[in-house]
């Protein structure tokens, strides 16, 4: 099993940066390939895909409307992967969701992931 926590969300102005963090128990990533991914959703829409890594770190994929402004990366060491967000807008309010899947590969839709964290709120004010 995976445990997954969230952390890092808040209340940020439009235009301003967050860093959320996921940090992975149970299954460390130091013994156990795992590909990672963050998903949000926003209140009365559904999950949608932010951005994952691939276990080894060298490879990514975003939701085109987020390139430039997110990015996502990972500790192998710590267990952990990040979503740094900046400039961000209203229409990034959500909870946003870290999840697992084991294998080194990612895949970009919810239901490819194992194992999924509780969730963090990120609200941002116009």
């Known amino acids: 099993q995976v445990q997954l926590v969230e952390s890092g969300g808040g209340l940020v102005q439009a235009g301003g940066s967050l860093r959320l963090s996921c940090a992975a128990s149970?299954?460390?990533?130091?013994?156990?390939?795992?590909?990672m991914g963050w998903f949000r959703q926003a209140p009365g829409k559904e999950r949608e895909f932010v951005a994952a890594i691939s276990y080894s770190g060298r490879t990514t994929s975003y939701l085109d409307s987020l390139k430039g402004r997110f990015t996502i990366s990972r500790d192998n060491a710590k267990s952990t992967v990040y979503l740094q967000m900046n400039s961000l807008k209203p229409e990034d309010t959500a909870v946003y969701y870290c999840?697992?899947?084991?294998?080194?590969?990612?895949?970009?839709?919810?239901?490819?992931?194992?194992?999924w964290g509780q969730g963090t709120q990120v609200t941002v004010s116009s």
């Open positions: 999840a697992a899947r084991m294998g080194r590969s990612y895949y970009l839709t919810s239901d490819e992931y194992d194992y």
């Open positions: 149970g299954r460390t990533f130091s013994s156990y390939a795992m590909a």
